[in-house]
Each structure stands twice: as structure tokens, then as C-alpha cells.
């Protein structure tokens, strides 16, 4: 999100616009934390992850009273254009200003999940990946020692993204995602499988949105099949660190672009890519875009696991 920032602010200030930062998204666009900042403001920012605004839940601007307050800011302030930078439910509450309000805005792809259907990526999610297959890696080492099945839990509520990519390069036996209600005996079987086969680990990645909780899972494989089972919950792991040299590049064309089309007076898009350029779509329209689940992908798990 940084490389984002940093990209909008300087080719904002270069074509001539000033440029405020809002410090806790919609919470500080109501309170009205707003910083004016120059080119310095976001000088070194490009390697660090998180973002140097801050982030924050709203329950506030789900409200009616909370929005007024938000535009009256805005009108106070004298923003022009707002660039929102989030997911679905940033460009939710980004949607509702511009229809409802008038609000010109901007939309930056930003969610570790991997879940907005239209574009091709998110800002994040080749960073998490990375973290995550470093982790395997890792476990995989420690599994084969000891001999054991492990099973490694990730982020992915809705969208399994996470847990697929990462299984597939880190070489998993198997992954459990949101979008498959796998049978624990097959899990149960292809684990017992690989043990007769000759291996002396299983890695098992698991999706937080997976039917079952990861206890579970973990005591159904223990029970069934004897095995040592070990539960590894990488949780915030996946959110922090520095950046991919692929989202550097994705955020900072993105922020790139929005200045391009604020310049042309082009509004109330959302950033994204498409076979492999960046461009702006239309915010409703990208909104309504359901992700598509990587099924051949998927699929081609079982064959490569073997």
C-alpha cells in the first residue's frame, strides 16, 4: 500500500495538485485527519509494508450520520477527488460516495485475499504468497525429520487463493479451501497413501475459511490414521514484511494511473490489471465481478502431490 501512496502523492504534487493523506481510512475521513503531504512525506516508504496512514475498521460510516460527516469533511477540505485504497468494502463505501454524494473517487486494489473478481491481482497478495511458501519451506525441513503430517492454516475467509498458490509452489500433499467442501477420508486416505508411498512428511495447507476449524482437521487425520499431526497458524505472519518486487510494481502503476485519469477527468474508476496492463475500470461495475475459482488449478494438485 505504500508504493501506492508514495506513487499518488509525488505524480499528484508533479501534476500540480496538492495532495492530503487520510490517517485511519473512512474512521479518519470522518474525524477529519487529514495531513497535507509532500514529496518527503513519503520518501523511504517503498520497501516497508503495512501503511504509513494506518488503517482502521468503520462502523461509524455504515451509518447515515457518519457519511454526512465524511462529505462535510471533504467539502471542508476541498478534496476534489478521493482515492480509496482497500477491497470489496473500501470500494463499497468509495461506490456510495460517488453515487449518493457526488464524490469523485478512485479505487486501488489492496487485500492480501486476492478476492476482487476483476482484475487479474491484488496489491498484497504476492507478498503473502511469498511468506506463506517461505513458511512451508520451513515446515516442510522440520515434517520430514520428525516424520509427521502438518497442517499449516492461512488467511482466506471467502477466497482460497492464498492457500492454493502457496500449496502448489511449496509442494503441499494437500489443500483444504472455502470453495471445496473436501471429504476428510479422501484427505485421510492421501495421506496414508503418501506414507506407504515412501514420504516421510505431508503438508497439509488449510484455508481459514475451510469447512472445518483446523483442529478439526487435525484430530480427524490423528485419529484416523495415527499419524503425529502438528498444527502450524501463521496468521499476521502473512500481513507484515516487506513487499514483492510484484506488488511494488503493481502498486506503484496503480497509483500511477489514477493520477493519469484524474488529469483526463476520468473518475470513479478502479484500478486493475488485465493481461498484464493496468487500466481503469468502472468501480460499479468491477464491484459486481465475481472472483473465479482456479478449478483446473486446483485440480492438477492431485497429480503434482504424488
Not at 499528484?12 to 487529514?34: H, Q
Not at 515446515?139 to 492457500?163: K, P, Q
Not at 506414507?195 to 475451510?210: L, M, Y
Amino acid at each position: 500500500m505504500n508504493a501506492a501512496i508514495r506513487a499518488v502523492v509525488r505524480c499528484g504534487i508533479e501534476a500540480g495538485m496538492t495532495v492530503y493523506g487520510i490517517e485511519r481510512g473512512y474512521e479518519g475521513l470522518i474525524d477529519g485527519d487529514f495531513v497535507e503531504m509532500d514529496r518527503r512525506y513519503v520518501g523511504d516508504i517503498l520497501q516497508r509494508g503495512g501503511t504509513i496512514l494506518k488503517t482502521a475498521r468503520s462502523s461509524r460510516f455504515m451509518t447515515e450520520e457518519g457519511i454526512a460527516r465524511a462529505v462535510r469533511n471533504l467539502e471542508t477540505f476541498r478534496i476534489e477527488a478521493l482515492v480509496v485504497i482497500g477491497g470489496d468494502g473500501s470500494f463499497a463505501g468509495a461506490l456510495k460516495l460517488a453515487e449518493q454524494h457526488g464524490i469523485a473517487v478512485m479505487g486501488i486494489p489492496a487485500t492480501i485475499d486476492n478476492d476482487l473478481g476483476y482484475t487479474d491481482i491484488t496489491i498484497g497478495f504476492d507478498t503473502a504468497v511469498n511468506t506463506v511458501l517461505d513458511a512451508i519451506t520451513r515446515i516442510r525441513d522440520t515434517s520430514s525429520s520428525h516424520e509427521r503430517t502438518t497442517v499449516v492454516e492461512v488467511m482466506g475467509r471467502d477466497c482460497g487463493d492464498i492457500a492454493l498458490y502457496s500449496g502448489m509452489a511449496g509442494g503441499a500433499e494437500i489443500v483444504l479451501l472455502p470453495e471445496i467442501q473436501t471429504d476428510m477420508s479422501e484427505v485421510c486416505r492421501k495421506v496414508l497413501e503418501s506414507v506407504n508411498s515412501g514420504k516421510k512428511h505431508s503438508v497439509i495447507v488449510r484455508a481459514e475459511g475451510f469447512y472445518l476449524s483446523s483442529r478439526e482437521v487435525v484430530d480427524i487425520i490423528r485419529e484416523r490414521t495415527g499419524r503425529d499431526v502438528k498444527l502450524v497458524v501463521l496468521s499476521y505472519i502473512q500481513r507484515g514484511g516487506a513487499p514483492s518486487f510484484r506488488d511494488r510494481m503493481f502498486a506503484t502503476e496503480c497509483g500511477v494511473k489514477t493520477i493519469e485519469l484524474l488529469q483526463s477527468g476520468i473518475v470513479n474508476k478502479a484500478m486493475g490489471m488485465s493481461s498484464g496492463a493496468v487500466m481503469g475500470f468502472d468501480l460499479k461495475e468491477a464491484l459486481q465481478v465475481e472472483t473465479v475459482f482456479q478449478q483446473e488449478l486446483y485440480d492438477s494438485l492431485d497429480v503434482l502431490s504424488k
